[in-house]
C-alpha cells in the first residue's frame, strides 16, 4: 500500500531537482527514511547520491532528517516515521547541516 508523504528540501537540493520547497511523493509502506529517499531519487534522479550515500545507502554527514519537531538524523533509516508524515499532515524535512567554528 502507498500514501502521500510531504518532503520539504534544501534551498539547494530544490534548486537542484527545479521544485518547490515542498514535493509530494507516493511512498509504500512502511514510511520511513529510506522510502522517501528512495521515491526522491526515483522521481528526481538528479538527487541520486545527494542525501545518502551511492554505495553504503547512509544519509550523508552533513543532512539532517526532521519530522514533528524532532531530530531523527540518528535513528535508523527503516525505521518508521511517526504516523503524521506517514498521513502527509506533517512534512518530512530534510536539512543541510551547517558546519564550521
Do not use: K, W
Request: hydrophobic share 45%; glycine share 6%.
Amino acid at each position: 500500500m502507498s500514501t502521500i508523504v510531504r518532503v520539504v528540501l534544501p534551498v539547494h537540493l530544490r534548486t537542484l531537482a527545479n521544485v518547490a520547497s515542498e514535493v509530494e511523493l507516493s511512498v509504500t509502506s512502511p514510511v520511513t527514511a529510506r522510502t522517501i529517499v528512495d521515491a526522491l531519487e526515483q522521481r528526481y534522479p538528479v538527487l541520486g547520491g545527494t542525501i545518502c550515500d551511492y554505495v553504503t545507502r547512509e544519509r550523508r554527514p552533513l543532512v539532517r532528517f526532521f519530522a514533528c519537531e524532532e531530530d531523527l538524523s540518528h535513528a535508523a533509516l527503516d525505521t518508521p516515521l511517526p504516523e503524521a508524515v506517514a498521513a502527509g499532515t506533517e512534512p518530512f524535512l530534510i536539512v543541510g547541516a551547517m558546519a564550521g567554528g
